[in-house]
């Protein structure tokens, strides 16, 4: 039924051990003339089966989704879409999270869907594609949505044209797959803990809001009472609200993007209404710590990913030692200071010892009181470690 693949003597041994990813070099050989895209089965040089994935001409050619020949019709994504929400439904509804009609419902290899990412907002799905295989199965996947939520989903958004390979990716428009007419929700308003966010997927950053976030800003509201709090790229303002419901004598917020400005004050009077506790500022982040004597008690330092690739890996890590270099030096005595790296190329050790170097800079002592990660409704998958990207540190600064 499906084109087949055939790895190299040896290369087998990372599909049996459930790694999804079978790269370029593994493969001795295509049969049926497998394009970008297409489902393919992948065999061991003696032409035992191992695995089915999404073929692509590229340095990953297969991202696998299943270790079963079968066919790949609705009912397979039905049976995985279904895996997953009961999974969210575990983490996020029932683990003493509060109240939240937002989650990443599908992350990727995490969920066994390589290269998709699907977002809930209340009632609204962002469709992410970041292979052709993947966004060639949107109407199955939709399908499967539409009998999970029932009644309950009111539309799904396919925001794929920026995340596609590029050439793949120009051809495609973002666009409803489900409820054209529902364009009138955004801005849409949804629930993380009982704080209220508007959400716009449509030009909003990645698929609107950043998710991973949600146990990170839950923990930065036990430490933020009373104190003068800086929420640095801070896009819609998450750490900003949780601060300021926790009891933050003030917040100040700071995003290089006017947009992102005027996100967080909305979201700033949608939960506060008129407050002088909150001032945002549009202005480049390593500018602001340089120009600004203010000391805060407690700052978030949440950048953009600064490396996409191994190639600008070094480059990446003098980013974030600078970077931390100012905000240890613009806290106060006993200050807190949230740090993260989004990079996946920066793993765990590599980011911490650039924070030490950091610190070590300054001349502070520091101690670490917490190692962070991304929300449980974004899960790795254990046999695939590279879709642990989110690490953060919380640090007491003396």
């Known amino acids: 039924m499906y084109a087949k693949v055939i790895l190299n003597a040896g290369k087998e041994i990372a599909v049996k051990r459930l790694h999804p990813w079978i790269f370029s070099g593994a493969i001795a050989r295509a049969e049926g003339n497998p394009t970008d895209g297409d489902v393919v089965e992948v065999f061991d040089k003696k032409l035992t089966y191992l695995a089915t994935g999404h073929f692509y001409k590229g340095s990953i050619a297969v991202k696998i989704f299943s270790h079963s020949a079968t066919e790949i019709n609705e009912a397979f994504w039905l049976e995985k879409l279904n ?22 419902l599908i992350h990727g290899e995490g969920d066994g869907f390589p290269g998709l990412i699907l977002d809930f907002y209340n009632g609204v799905v962002v469709f992410q594609a970041h292979t052709i295989g993947m966004w060639r199965e949107k109407e199955k996947i939709v399908a499967g949505l539409k009998q999970i939520y029932g009644e309950s989903l009111l539309a799904v ?10 050439e793949f990716g120009k051809t495609v428009q973002n666009d409803y797959l489900f409820n054209t007419s529902l364009t009138e929700l955004i801005p849409h308003e949804v629930l993380e803990n009982d704080h209220k966010f508007l959400i716009d997927w449509q030009t909003g950053q990645k698929t609107g809001f950043f998710l991973d976030q949600r146990d990170n800003r839950a923990l930065l509201g036990q430490y933020s009472k009373g104190k003068k709090v800086l929420n640095s790229f801070c896009y819609s303002g998450g750490f900003s609200i949780y601060a300021l419901k926790a009891g933050a004598e003030l917040v100040h917020s700071v995003d290089v993007s006017k947009k992102a400005v005027d996100l967080v004050n909305q979201n700033v009077a949608l939960n506060f209404g008129e407050t002088d506790k909150h001032e945002a500022y549009a202005e480049d982040v390593m500018n602001y710590l340089k120009r600004n004597d203010q000391t805060y008690d407690l700052i978030i330092l949440d950048p953009p990913a600064y490396a996409k690739n191994v190639a600008k890996r070094h480059n990446a890590v003098q980013g974030y030692k600078r970077l931390n270099v100012e905000g240890i030096k613009r806290l106060a005595k006993g200050g807190i200071l949230f740090t993260f790296s989004c990079s996946q190329v920066v793993d765990r050790e590599l980011f911490y010892n650039t924070i030490m170097s950091a610190a070590l800079e300054v001349g502070r ?4 009181l917490h190692h962070l990660t991304q929300g449980a409704d974004h899960p790795v998958n254990l046999f695939h470690p590279e879709g642990s990207y989110l690490k953060g540190l919380v640090l007491y600064v003396e």
Do not use: H, M, N
Not at 89 to 99: A, E, H, P, R, Y
Not at 365 to 368: A, G, K, N, P, S
């Open 83 to 104: 895996s997953a929400y009961q999974l969210r439904q575990t983490i996020v509804f029932q683990g003493g999270s509060g109240l939240v009609d937002c989650y990443r």
């Open 157 to 166: 958004y396919d925001k794929s044209a920026e995340t596609l390979p590029t």
């Open 365 to 368: 002592q520091v101690r670490v």
